[in-house]
């Protein structure tokens, strides 16, 4: 009997015509690359057929690092803002979680919280935020500064911000809106609260001119994996996306997260961690592998420089592509993501071409190429063994590869007992198992603000 089996979590990350570096080259690939509406409603509704709990879109707030020249070689270059993407694709679509990226280190408490809460109502209780510090430098340069904030005080802010975000949304109480006719009372007076925050980084008055959304707050969903972005996750984070290479890592980094949470009081189950998953799947592993290959053989030499040059954050252009890669140093502020690609390549002794290949698929996320069998054990060996709570599914192009995942993947782990075979809940709190969080107000935490 496989009834009481722990559920497998799924998000399905989204990107303009592939993940893969190279995807968009495919000849299954869409001939337009992906770069209209109606592709994405089309996305949204395969993984709303596949059952996903959400969908993501990841966000930077200016264009890619990579040279005029690789980047014209790339999908990655144009993109539709995803707060109106997600809010165009909300009533296109009935059951899947709409989440999407928003920094906290270029933006102010009060506009997130209300694109969020919007997002929130129209979805019907689908929205979730995902809060980052801004892995890319450059949006600096966009938003009147010549250099990025430094790492601690881009989540210095981050923590501040996120507790206001919170205290906006519990402007208004769950009962507040009453629309009495008789009394003449629209809402009820004392059900809504002024924050007045005052801090290092925001003075905020609130209350927000959004009414409560249906999951009282959309989800939180973070991505960090330093110190500071793993005890934020911890403190304050519903989801957390996360890249490994092995298992190890993985079941290191679920184990810390985890306990972080517990010393903060929290019960564990409420954040899931779902780290990523890129996922090549064909009837045989033969044919997953052939797949695979055809992918890799698209790889322009000069995009896989740029695109491990980023991601390692260091110049790798000019250096022999079949020498090895130099060590870079780590003492630069630099993503996570950067020694975790060092370390890689310095343990197993790889070339620069060896290594761009090895993320062009997921940019260093975990890859499985296999059979439908093979995806499920590896799915289920990280599950069982406390490396993930489900994962965040990378397919290398659309629409091919997230229907092959759907098609040949999802009944696999249905026929495991692994993965619900409809949704259970109406919002994306209850389909994760998360709890709707009580409001600051209600019990009293806080002094009462006057009603406005
Ligand atoms: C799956 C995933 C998605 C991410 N999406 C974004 C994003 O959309 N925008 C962004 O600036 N950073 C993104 N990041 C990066 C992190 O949120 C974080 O800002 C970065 O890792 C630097 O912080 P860290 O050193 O604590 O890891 C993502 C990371 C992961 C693993």
């Avoid at 390692?312 to 993501?337: E, N």
């Amino acid at each position: 009997m496989t009834a009481n089996k722990r559920q497998i979590k799924l998000g399905m990350f989204l990107r303009p015509a592939a993940h893969h570096i190279a995807g968009w080259r495919h000849p299954e690939a869409w001939a337009d690359g992906g770069l209209n509406f109606q592709r994405y409603a089309e996305l949204a509704q395969i993984a709303e057929r596949g059952l996903f709990d959400m969908m993501f879109s990841a966000d930077a707030l200016t264009a890619d690092r990579y040279d005029p020249d690789s980047l014209s070689r790339t999908s990655y270059v144009a993109w539709i803002d995803p707060m109106s993407l997600l809010t165009a694709l909300a009533p296109l679509t009935k059951h899947i979680g709409l989440v999407c990226t928003a920094t906290t280190t270029y933006d102010e408490p009060f506009h997130i919280a209300r694109k969020f809460a919007s997002l929130d109502l129209i979805s019907r209780g689908r929205g979730g935020w995902n809060l980052v510090t801004s892995a890319n430098a450059n949006e600096a340069q966009n938003f009147g500064r010549d250099e990025h904030l430094s790492k601690s005080e881009r989540y210095r802010r981050a923590r501040e911000f996120v507790d206001v975000v919170r205290g906006l949304w519990d402007s208004w109480d769950d009962d507040a809106f009453v629309f009495d006719k008789q009394e003449g009372r629209f809402f009820r007076p004392g059900s809504v609260h002024v924050l007045n925050h005052v801090g290092e980084f925001f003075r905020v008055r609130g209350p927000l001119n959004v009414s409560r959304s249906p999951q009282g707050q959309p989800v939180v969903v973070q991505a960090g994996a330093s110190d500071d972005g793993r005890q934020l996750a911890a403190e304050t984070a519903e989801v957390v996306f996360t890249a490994h290479q092995k298992i190890e890592t993985a079941r290191e980094f679920y184990s810390d997260v985890k306990n972080r949470m517990a010393a903060c009081g929290r019960d564990r189950d409420h954040c899931k961690i779902m780290p990523g998953l890129g996922v090549v799947v064909a009837p045989t592993r033969q044919e997953a592998l052939d797949k695979h290959e055809q992918l890799q053989d698209l790889i322009h030499p000069d995009v896989g420089i740029s695109m491990l040059s980023k991601y390692i954050a260091w110049d790798l252009r000019g250096m022999d592509v079949d020498g090895p890669v130099p060590v870079v140093p780590q003492d630069r502020g630099a993503p996570t993501r950067s020694a975790l690609l060092s370390d890689t390549a310095r343990a197993e002794g790889l070339t620069i071409r060896q290594l761009y290949r090895r993320i062009a698929g997921t940019r260093g996320h975990f890859q499985v190429i296999g059979s439908p069998a093979d995806v499920a054990d590896m799915m289920e060996e990280w599950i069982t063994t406390g490396a993930g709570d489900g994962f965040n599914i990378i397919p290398p192009f659309f629409p091919t590869s997230l229907n092959d995942f759907v098609d040949l993947v999802v009944p696999e782990l249905q026929r495991r007992g692994l993965f619900r075979t409809a949704y259970e809940g109406r919002t994306l709190r209850e389909n994760l198992g998360l709890p709707r969080p009580a409001s600051r107000y209600a019990a009293g935490v806080r002094e009462d603000a006057a009603a406005e």
